[in-house]
């Protein structure tokens, strides 16, 4: 027998990145702070909503107006310290000896829930680019770029 697809709530940063950051509003029945104990857990009803559209699309769960945009059979993606859906190939930083190193991510281990790692190919002047890194992923955030800080001017007095 064919097993059933198991569904989940999609996480925040899921949520961000597919209805921006008004999400709450933009997804279809809405997703309100009260129901942010739902976000990555596993869906557990035998009633799964019908695409949106279609009559009676929505499903009543444990009180609350579900809609399928809410779920996903997607594995849990692993999310970065800063709230970042990890990807291969996303620029990354860290902190490792108190030294900040940038890399690219190289691998995510999905398979196994234990293993909370990233591999980081390291690009960064410390490391000569030619290190690789086993880093939890909870200490890496994205690399955003620094704004440059205007150099206060000397103030003589
Ligand atoms: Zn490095």
């Not at 995510?108 to 690789?132: F, P, S």
């Amino acid at each position: 027998m064919k097993s059933k697809k198991q569904y989940r709530f999609k996480t925040e940063a899921e949520f961000k990145a597919e209805f921006g950051e008004d999400w709450r509003w933009k997804i279809p029945y809405s997703f309100v702070e009260d129901m942010d104990h739902f976000l990555g857990t596993p869906y557990r009803n035998e009633m799964i909503p019908s695409p949106n559209g279609s009559w009676n699309a929505s499903v009543r769960y444990e009180g609350w107006t579900i809609g399928l945009d809410m779920l996903t059979t997607r594995r849990l993606p692993k999310i970065l310290a800063d709230g970042t859906i990890a990807k291969v190939g996303m620029k990354v930083l860290w902190l490792q000896s108190i030294f900040q190193h940038t890399g690219i991510i190289n691998r995510i281990y999905l398979e196994d829930k234990d293993v909370n790692n990233i591999l980081i190919a390291c690009t960064c002047g410390l490391c000569n680019g030619i290190n690789t890194w086993n880093v939890n992923i909870c200490d890496v955030k994205k690399y955003v770029k620094p704004i440059p800080v205007p150099s206060e001017e000397c103030t003589t007095q």
